[in-house]
């Protein structure tokens, strides 16, 4: 457990939150641990809070009054002043001032649940205010309680009651006395009779609804509920779709409201010239959210309009985020939104907030990360990874985190951090001793004082020990980067207790055998590095997890590898042709006698395939992620006979050892998603394998099929697996035409046809792939025409011909159904 007090205003925070075991308590704060205990002490005896029941407001820690009274402290101030937001601090709401309108007013005279939803600090309050102003003139009575502003049920009755008897001070004085079952009678006997709005803003968890809802009588009189959260599983609980969920202002909409608040009206809220520049990287960093763009734009109002000065609040944006009172609003928003989190997601969370300001994070990456760092906690039966995957999720659903990318299955890919949120945790990561981001500035000496560091587009050399270094748990290091890492040595002798090691991108070319004496460590990182051997020290890492030499110089492995028995994740592959149109752009890597005790393995990118590894592959039957190089027709028996037993597999890739090697996999992989398949197909094989039928489950989504060389039309076969949202042809068919039928491919978002150098006809019939969203053309050399039916793929988003002769250019010139859609290169 960790403790850390924050001065807020003049309110001491005691923030207590737990991290995973295996971290040790810095120094520094045990000292502060005991002035916490002290002050809770204090607080206890002041505070009634804590033991009122039906607490909505989910708190850290049961025993710390404190910070409930801090929270609902907040929370007032915070509801007041969303609530009081200007008419003119709306920009860019009309769409949604209207569909809320139409979900108040609307004919139908049942009862129903409106959410709004969104991140805090995008006006979703200030939204309600102005709409239930307007509206509720319309309803025979109405309610505005803030639900975070108090955290008791009797409280919100109280409120209600309070807003509904206004004008009736006999039954406010009558209701003083009542119990919280009069209390609810109360308020259920006066709605029965009318119809009534009530907003309920600020909405936490979904106990407290469900706890209110009982009064909400469903009466039939055209009755609504509103209600704002920063949780979608909250508003999930609207009628029938009626969420409204709101986004972050778009650049233009978000320079108009900056320009209104920074510029006083006598000039017409124009931005003069010379600041223009640094004013727009202000509003940048606001990214759109209403409640920043506001204070941020108010708050330069009054200060000086010189150039300099902006430049230097631009620069110290950060800090004025976390030290400047006039924005302490945006600040508690933020705040409270991390104090609501559960434990087990505050350290992932804080995590993200290291790496740099808009860094897109991959789901896999992020995932293997936060389980290196023990973050994860079991669940049932589900793997850390999958748990993870939850933990992701929840953080997205929660605001917290923003999707950025969804595969062609709806996967997440990519997520990033509001810069403001970032901007916040990363004040919490300091005070916490939680970790360390530096940037751009690693020359000299480096001032430490966390367990984790991470490092931007390093320029300089590290040189120098630095203060605490065998207090670091973790380095990463991301970025283009010139630095080869001197410091590597001596972190190896210093950091005896480092958890994760990520160096990807850098260009290492020796590994220190002293890395072997990192007995914790969890995570080795070395993709994209230069990085020949690996010592066989390595074979001492017995905790490893994660070993990444993707597209390093390594081709083998020292034979002491398959001593990892923890290994999880292996990645091992050069690239030869980064474009990939070769047909030998990459190669994997032998593992020696042995690989059958790697059974924790779940990725395994990529094997050479060799007779005595392939007899173990069986074994490893937790395999999620797996590519095979080198493969040879004989072998294929032996892998069908061991995928067999892989239940989870989700990502196959096998690449033949020669053009005219014949891959043929006879085997049923009911959990496969993603199949790539590189090398000379069987004729017949689409038809006669397993793995093309859609029976057993079979769960196909994306298909790569490259160097196949198939003479019969693919399409009839494949058509028949219904879910595909991705497909892909790399050389894979001789023939002249291609022809996708009504109906074929219905999920099917991105078609991918490359090299298929006798193919001059594509036809698409009306009601083929209708849910087509990409279609990329490359290379296809006989082709001069433009295909026949392309103007049925109706959601087209890109339409791309690369490559093409001149012939096809002038067709698709001509042709006016596609116009202006396409983007093309020519043949050289
Ligand atoms: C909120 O505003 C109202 C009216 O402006 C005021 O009476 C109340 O004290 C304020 N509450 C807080 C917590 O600031
Ligand atoms: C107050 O409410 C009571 C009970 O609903 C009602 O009988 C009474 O007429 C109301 N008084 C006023 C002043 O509206
Ligand atoms: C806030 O101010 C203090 C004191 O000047 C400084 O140490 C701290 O770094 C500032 N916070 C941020 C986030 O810049
Ligand atoms: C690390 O320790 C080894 C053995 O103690 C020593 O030879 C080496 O010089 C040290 N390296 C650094 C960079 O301190
Ligand atoms: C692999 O496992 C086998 C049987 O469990 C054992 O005999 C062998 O020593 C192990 N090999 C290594 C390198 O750990
Ligand atoms: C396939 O395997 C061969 C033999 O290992 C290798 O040379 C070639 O680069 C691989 N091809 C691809 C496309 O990866
Ligand atoms: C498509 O997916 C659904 C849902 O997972 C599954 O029930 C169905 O069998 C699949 N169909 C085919 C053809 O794979
Ligand atoms: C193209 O078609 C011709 C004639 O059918 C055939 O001989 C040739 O192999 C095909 N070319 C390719 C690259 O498939
Ligand atoms: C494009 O296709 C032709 C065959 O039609 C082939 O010769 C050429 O190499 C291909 N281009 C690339 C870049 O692979």
């Known amino acids: ?304 309009k010189t150039v300099e000065e902006w430049r230097r609040i631009n620069d110290q944006l950060g800090w004025e985020i976390i030290n400047n009172s006039r924005l302490d609003h945006i600040r508690n928003v933020l705040h409270l939104s991390f104090i609501y989190l559960p434990t087990y997601l505050k350290s992932c969370f804080l995590y993200c907030s290291l790496f740099p300001e808009d860094y897109h994070f991959k789901r896999k990456q992020l995932v293997r990360l936060w389980t290196a760092e023990g973050f994860i906690e079991e669940r049932g039966e589900s793997t850390l990874e999958e748990v993870a995957e939850c933990y992701l999720k929840e953080l997205v659903d929660r605001n917290m985190l923003q999707l950025v990318e969804r595969n062609s299955f709806d996967r997440m890919k990519k997520f990033r951090m509001h810069d403001l949120v970032r901007e916040l945790a990363i004040d919490l990561c300091k005070k916490n001793c939680f970790g360390v981001s530096y940037e751009d500035q690693c020359g000299g000496s480096l001032e430490m004082d966390g367990r984790r560091l991470v490092l931007h587009k390093l320029k300089k050399d590290i040189q120098q020990p630095f203060s605490n270094m065998h207090q670091l748990r973790t380095v990463i290091t991301l970025g283009d980067s010139k630095s080869s890492f001197t410091l590597l040595p001596l972190l190896c002798n210093e950091s005896r207790y480092l958890t994760v090691l990520e160096l990807s991108g850098l260009p290492i070319e020796k ?28 074979e001492k890492l017995s905790n490893l997890l994660t070993l990444d030499l993707f597209e390093s110089d390594i081709h083998e492995l020292p034979s002491g590898i398959v001593k990892l028995k923890k290994l999880r994740h292996l990645f091992a592959e050069r690239v030869f042709d980064r474009t990939g149109r070769d047909f030998k752009c990459l190669s994997g890597v032998h593992i020696p006698n042995g690989l059958g005790n790697l059974t924790n393995l779940q990725t395994l990118q990529s094997l050479a395939a060799q007779d005595e590894s392939l007899r173990h592959l069986g074994v490893l039957r937790q395999m999620r992620s797996l590519r095979l190089w080198n493969v040879k027709g004989i072998y294929c028996g032996l892998i069908s006979e061991s995928l067999v037993h892989m239940r989870y597999l989700s990502y196959l890739e096998v690449n033949a050892s020669d053009e005219n090697e014949v891959l043929l996999l006879n085997v049923c992989l009911p959990s496969l998603q993603n199949l790539v398949l590189r090398g000379r197909l069987a004729e017949g094989a689409l038809d006669e394998s397993p793995l093309f039928q859609a029976v057993g489950g079979q769960n196909l989504y994306a298909l790569s099929l490259l160097w196949s060389q198939l003479r019969e039309e693919p399409l009839p076969s494949l058509s028949r697996l219904s879910n595909l949202t991705r497909l892909e042809f790399s050389k894979a068919y001789n023939g002249e035409q291609l022809t996708f039928l009504a109906g074929w491919f219905p999920m099917l978002k991105i078609l991918f046809l490359r090299d298929l150098p006798n193919v001059s006809r594509l036809e698409i019939a009306e009601g083929a792939m209708a849910s087509l969203e990409k279609l990329f053309l490359v290379n296809l050399s006989s082709m001069t025409e433009v295909p026949p039916g392309i103007e049925f793929l109706l959601p087209l988003q890109y339409l791309t011909f690369r490559e093409i002769t001149n012939d096809l250019f002038t067709s698709l010139c001509q042709c006016s159904a596609i116009q202006g859609k396409w983007r093309y290169t020519l043949r050289d």
């Not at 049942?110 to 307007?134: H, P, Q, R």
């Not at 409204?244 to 320009?259: I, R, V």
């Not at 220190?512 to 990085?531: E, Q, T």
Request: aromatic letters at 8%.
């Open 511 to 538: 590994i220190p055998d002293a890395i072997g004496d990192l007995f914790n460590l969890r995570y080795l990182g070395l993709r994209d590095s230069k990085v020949k051997k690996l010592p066989k020290s390595v």
């Open 1 to 304: 457990m960790s403790t850390c007090i924050l001065l807020v205003g003049n309110k001491i925070l005691v923030v207590v939150f737990f991290l995973k075991k295996g971290f040790k308590k810095p120094r520094s704060l045990l000292s502060l641990n005991r002035v916490a205990s002290k002050v809770k002490e204090i607080e206890k005896d002041l505070s009634h809070l804590s033991d009122t029941k039906n607490r909505w407001v989910p708190t850290i820690n049961n025993r710390d009054a404190s910070n409930s009274n801090y929270i609902v402290k907040r929370s007032q101030d915070l509801a007041n002043i969303s609530r009081s937001l200007d008419e003119e601090d709306l920009v860019g709401v009309d769409k949604n001032r209207e569909k809320l309108e139409e979900w108040l007013e609307g004919d139908d005279l049942d009862y129903s649940v409106i959410a709004l939803l969104g991140m805090g600090g995008l006006g979703k309050t200030a939204l309600a205010a102005n709409v239930y102003k307007k509206e509720r003139e319309k309803f025979q009575c109405h309610a505005w309680v803030s639900i975070s502003q108090t955290y008791s049920r009797e409280d919100v009755m109280r409120n209600i009651i309070k807003e509904l008897f206004k004008d009736n001070v006999s039954v406010l004085s009558s209701t003083l006395s009542m119990d919280i079952m009069s209390l609810e009678e109360t308020v259920k006997k006066y709605l029965e009779q009318r119809k009534y709005l009530i907003i309920l803003d600020d909405v936490w968890t979904y106990e407290a609804f469900y706890d209110l809802s009982r009064m909400f009588v469903h009466n039939d009189k055209g009755s609504r509920v509103m209600l704002t959260t920063r949780d979608a599983h909250v508003a999930a609980l609207a009628s029938g779709g009626r969420i409204l969920t709101l986004e972050a202002l778009p650049e233009d909409k978000a320079w108009d409201l900056f320009c209104k608040k920074a510029f006083p009206s006598d000039t017409n809220h124009q931005c003069p010239t010379e600041m223009k520049p640094s004013s727009m990287e202000i509003v940048s960093k606001c990214k759109g959210l209403p409640l920043a763009i506001v204070s941020v734009g108010s708050m330069l109002r009054v200060r000086e």
